[in-house]
Nanobody
Framework: QVQLVESGGGLVQAGESLRLSCAAS????????MGWFRHPPGAEREFVAG????????YYADSVKGRFTISRDNAKNTVYLQMDGLKPEDTAVYYC????????????????WGQGTQVTVSS
């Protein structure tokens, strides 16, 4: 079992930045691929970014490429999502998720989820 806790959400203006954190506990020695997803109001949950266990590979949705950066510190069991140049359309509840081994965009392929953190971007 892995427990995930997100933090760092908030209310910002367009163009500003936020850094989300996802702290993992439990069976963190396993080689988990970590993903960030978001659930905008009135829309489906969508993949945002993902990172391999050794941080050698990162993946981004086209909508955030060049603005968001995913990273991880395995010594701290923490994954980060640096979000720069935020836009109103980035408003959503952001979730981190874990799955064993490989990259997947489909949220159904992830085994563990955090409770989410709200990000609101005003225009």
């Amino acid at each position: 079992q892995v427990q995930l806790v997100e933090s760092g959400g908030g209310l910002v203006q367009a163009g500003e930045s936020l850094r989300l954190s996802c702290a993992a506990s439990g069976r963190t020695s396993s080689r988990y691929f970590m993903g960030w997803f978001r659930h905008p109001p009135g829309a489906e949950r969508e993949f945002v970014a993902g990172i391999s266990f050794n941080a050698g590979r990162t993946y981004y949705a086209d909508s955030v490429k060049g603005r968001f950066t995913i990273s991880r510190d395995n010594a701290k069991n923490t994954v980060y999502l640096q979000m720069d140049g935020l836009k109103p359309e980035d408003t959503a509840v952001y979730y981190c998720a874990a799955r064993l081994y490989n990259y997947r965009q489909d949220s159904a392929e992830y085994d563990y989820w955090g409770q989410g953190t709200q990000v609101t971007v005003s225009s």
